[in-house]
T-cell receptor, first 112, second 114 residues
Framework: AQKVTQAQTEISVVEKEDVTLDCVYETRDTTYYLFWYKQPPSGELVFLIRRNSFDEQNEISGRYSWNFQKSTSSFNFTITASQVVDSAVYFCALKGTYKYIFGTGTRLKVLA | GAGVSQSPSNKVTEKGKDVELRCDPISGHTALYWYRQSLGQGLEFLIYFQGNSAPDKSGLPSDRFSAERTGGSVSTLTIQRTQQEDSAVYLC????????????FGPGTRLTVT
């Protein structure tokens, strides 16, 4: 069975704080990809990052960074120096040999 | 290039009426998904079209829901005898087929059943 768990339903931080969004997954596939998507208040989901199961290198893109650890089946997302524009719902997703599986999302509120 | 488009953007219908929601995927994308998102909630998987294979309909909530994909491109989600609990945003996404490709989402159709 495949499953994606985002245990944090909602997180509130003050602007400029760092915040980490957790994602834990389950799969029996040996080859799979993990994704993060952002859904801003405007509603349209936007792809942020993809990581394959054979590449555990962390990735940094500006204020965003991702930590993939197969040993703990986690793919966590950190926003450094958060900004109000980061306020959105963030979804983690898994794609193995079959269909995409999405987590339930984490709503991030960044307060000015 | 053009992204995923959905029409209509908003639909208000009376309880008991049928509605059709349309999705135009990105050209060349053979995988197409429909999801439903109720206010403040996550993505509820409805149906998955994968190339020429039989669609995965395991997420359709009742037999009032059906979907077609014609010519491997445009897809239509039909809801018959709409109920108030069908009110939600219906999202369509497409991707290239294969494990590593991200989905591209459309803007959604907001359905309100009165």
């Amino acid at each position: 069975a495949q499953k994606v768990t985002q245990a944090q339903t909602e997180i509130s931080v003050v602007e400029k704080e760092d915040v980490t969004l957790d994602c834990v997954y389950e799969t029996r596939d040996t080859t799979y990809y993990l994704f993060w998507y952002k859904q801003p208040p405007s509603g349209e989901l936007v792809f942020l990052i993809r990581r394959n199961s054979f590449d555990e290198q962390n990735e940094i893109s500006g204020r965003y960074s991702w930590n993939f650890q197969k040993s703990t089946s986690s793919f966590n997302f950190t926003i450094t120096a958060s900004q109000v524009v980061d306020s959105a719902v963030y979804f983690c997703a898994l794609k193995g040999t079959y269909k995409y599986i999405f987590g339930t999302g984490t709503r991030l509120k960044v307060l000015a | 290039g053009a992204g995923v488009s959905q029409s209509p953007s908003n639909k208000v219908t009376e309880k008991g009426k049928d509605v059709e929601l349309r999705c135009d995927p990105i050209s060349g994308h053979t995988a197409l998904y429909w999801y439903r998102q109720s206010l403040g909630q996550g993505l509820e998987f409805l149906i998955y079209f994968q190339g020429n294979s039989a669609p995965d309909k395991s997420g359709l909530p009742s037999d009032r829901f059906s979907a077609e994909r014609t010519g491997g491109s445009v897809s239509t989600l039909t809801i018959q005898r709409t109920q108030q609990e069908d009110s939600a945003v219906y999202l369509c996404a497409s991707s290239l087929e294969g494990t590593g490709y991200e989905q591209y989402f459309g803007p959604g159709t907001r359905l309100t059943v009165t």
